[in-house]
C-alpha cells in the first residue's frame, strides 16, 4: 500500500473541497448556460449578439486565464464596492473565484449544448402550446425544457467531467482543494509522484462516479421515451 | 484601462505567443501521429487489442491535465534510476516536460477522434474495397484513413483549439508561455486586468487563426464533397 505519511485525512478533505466546487460551479454554470442558450435563440437581436459574445469570448480563452483573471483582476473592483458598502476589506475568496471562473466556462459551453437541444425540440410542440393558449414562460416550463433536458444530457454530461477536471486549476490561487493538499504534502515529504499518483487516482474516481451518476440521469431523463425501432 | 502598458508589453506578450505556438504545434502534430495507431487498434473487433488503448484513453482523459504535467515534471525525479537515466536532460526541461505531457494527453482524445471516424466510414465502402480484391491492409490505407480524415477534421480542429487553452497551463511549471509571460509581467506592473486582459485577445486572435487554417484546410481536402448530392 502507498505511504501517505498521515496526509490521508489532508486528502480527503481536499476531495471534498473539490467535489464542493464542482457542485457549485455546475449549479450556476447551469443557470448561466440556459441564460446563454435562451438569449441566443430568443430571436431578438441585442439578446443574441449578447448570448453569441459570451459563448464565443469565454470558450476563446484558456480556462487558467480566467481563474486568474477573476481573482487578480477584481481586487480593485471588490474594494470599490467594499470601501462603498463601508467594508473596505472586501475581496473575493479563492472559492468564489474559482466558482465563478469554472462557471462562465462551463456555462459558455452549456450554452452550445443548451441551443442544440432548445432547437432539436420540434416546433410543432410549442405551435401546439401556443394553440392551446399557454404562455410563452408556461411552453417553456411545461413542454421544451423537460424535453431538451433529455436531449441536453449526454453533452452536460462531459461537461462537467471537464469541469471537474478543471477544478485543479484553481489551486493556482491557493484554495486548498485536491491539488493544492497534494502541493503541501509534496513539500513536506518530497515525494511528488506518489502523491501526485494519489490525487490522479482520486479524479478518476470521481470521473467513474460521475460516469455512473450520469448513466442513471440519462436512464432516467428518458423514461418513457420510446426509441424508433430501427 | 492603461493602454500603453499593454502597448509597452506586447512584444514580451509576443515571445510567449511564440512559445504557446510551439508546444501546441508540437503536441499537436505529435499527438497525431502517435494517436493514428492507438485509435485504429481502439476501433479493433478484438477485445485483446482494443483493451489497451482502452486503458490508456481512460486513464488520461479521466484525469486533470495539471495533475499530468505535475506527474511529469516534479514526480518522475523522485525516482533515482530516471535521474540517472539518459533521458534526463530532457525530463529535466520544463519545456519538453510540457511537450510529452501534453502530446501524451492530446493523443488520448485524439485517438478516441480516429476511431470514432473510422467507425463512421460507411461499411459499404469498406465492403467495395474488399469486393475488389483489396487486402486488409490496403482497404485500411488507401481506403478507410482517407476518409476517416475527411470525416474526423472537424473534431481534430476542436481538440487543437482546446489544447491551445490546454497549454496556458504551462506557466504553471515555470514555462514563459503566454499566461506566463502575462503573470511575470503583472508581477511586475501590478496591472492584472489590463495585462489578462491582452493575454485574453491575443488567445482569441490565436484560436481565430486556427479556425481559418483549418477551414483552408477542409477547403483543401475538400471535405464537404465526401455526403451524397453535394
Redesign the interface.
Known amino acids: 500500500m502507498i505511504d501517505l505519511h498521515g496526509f490521508g485525512p489532508a486528502l480527503v478533505a481536499g476531495t471534498l473541497m473539490t467535489i464542493q466546487l464542482a457542485l457549485c460551479a455546475l449549479v450556476l454554470g447551469l443557470m448561466l448556460g440556459l441564460a446563454g442558450a435562451l438569449a441566443k435563440t430568443s430571436g431578438n437581436r441585442l439578446l443574441m449578439a449578447v448570448g453569441g459574445f459570451y459563448s464565443t469570448?469565454v470558450r476563446?480563452?484558456?480556462?487558467?486565464?480566467w481563474v486568474?483573471?477573476i481573482y487578480?483582476?477584481t481586487?480593485?473592483l471588490m474594494r470599490a464596492i467594499g470601501s462603498y458598502v463601508g467594508k473596505p476589506e472586501l475581496e473575493l475568496s479563492p472559492f468564489a473565484a474559482g466558482v465563478l471562473a469554472l462557471a462562465l466556462c462551463f456555462g459558455a459551453y452549456a450554452t452550445e449544448v443548451f441551443r442544440g437541444a432548445l432547437l432539436a425540440v420540434p416546433p410543432g410542440h410549442r405551435e401546439a402550446g401556443l394553440a392551446l393558449g399557454m404562455s410563452t414562460v408556461r411552453i417553456y416550463w411545461r413542454i421544451i425544457l423537460p424535453q431538451m433536458w433529455r436531449i441536453a444530457l449526454p453533452g452536460l454530461g462531459n461537461l462537467f467531467?471537464i469541469l471537474m477536471?478543471?477544478?485543479?486549476?484553481v489551486?493556482?490561487i491557493g484554495l486548498e482543494e485536491l491539488?493544492r493538499r497534494s502541493?503541501i504534502a509534496?513539500t513536506a515529504t518530497?515525494?511528488?509522484?506518489?502523491f501526485?499518483?494519489v490525487?490522479?487516482l482520486i479524479?478518476?474516481s470521481l470521473?467513474?462516479v460521475a460516469m455512473v451518476g450520469l448513466h442513471f440521469l440519462e436512464r432516467h431523463a428518458a423514461r418513457g421515451f420510446v426509441r424508433p425501432v430501427s | 484601462m492603461q493602454w500603453d502598458v499593454i502597448i509597452q508589453w506586447l512584444p514580451k506578450l509576443f515571445e510567449g505567443v511564440g512559445l504557446t505556438l510551439q508546444l501546441v504545434a508540437l503536441s499537436g502534430v505529435i499527438g497525431l501521429i502517435l494517436a493514428i495507431p492507438l485509435g485504429v487498434a481502439r476501433a479493433s473487433q478484438h477485445w485483446y487489442v482494443r483493451a489497451l488503448p482502452y486503458g490508456y484513453i481512460f486513464l488520461f482523459r479521466g484525469t486533470p491535465l495539471l495533475v499530468q504535467l505535475f506527474l511529469v515534471y516534479y514526480g518522475l525525479a523522485q525516482f533515482e534510476a530516471v535521474r540517472k537515466g539518459p533521458l534526463w536532460p530532457y525530463l529535466r526541461d520544463p519545456f519538453w516536460c510540457a511537450v510529452i505531457t501534453m502530446t501524451l494527453h492530446t493523443m488520448a482524445y485524439i485517438a478516441e477522434i480516429v476511431r470514432g471516424a473510422i467507425q463512421a466510414v460507411p461499411a459499404g465502402e469498406i465492403e467495395a474495397a474488399r469486393a475488389l480484391g483489396m487486402s486488409k491492409w490496403q482497404t485500411m490505407l488507401f481506403i478507410t484513413l482517407p476518409r476517416a480524415a475527411r470525416i474526423g477534421l472537424p473534431a481534430y480542429s476542436n481538440e487543437v483549439i482546446l489544447m491551445l487553452k490546454a497549454s496556458a497551463l504551462a506557466s504553471t511549471i515555470t514555462l514563459l508561455d503566454l499566461t506566463g509571460m502575462a503573470r511575470t509581467i503583472i508581477a511586475r506592473t501590478y496591472l492584472p486586468v489590463e495585462i489578462f486582459f491582452a493575454a485574453g485577445m491575443l488567445y482569441l486572435l490565436i484560436s481565430y487563426g486556427l479556425v481559418l487554417c483549418f477551414k483552408l484546410l477542409e477547403k483543401w481536402l475538400r471535405v464537404d464533397t465526401g455526403q451524397l448530392g453535394r
Open positions: 469570448v476563446g480563452v484558456p480556462e487558467l486565464l486568474l483573471l487578480f483582476g481586487v480593485n467531467m477536471k478543471d477544478t485543479a486549476l489551486s493556482v491539488m502541493q509534496v518530497k515525494e511528488p509522484f506518489t501526485f499518483l490525487a490522479a479524479y478518476l470521473t467513474i
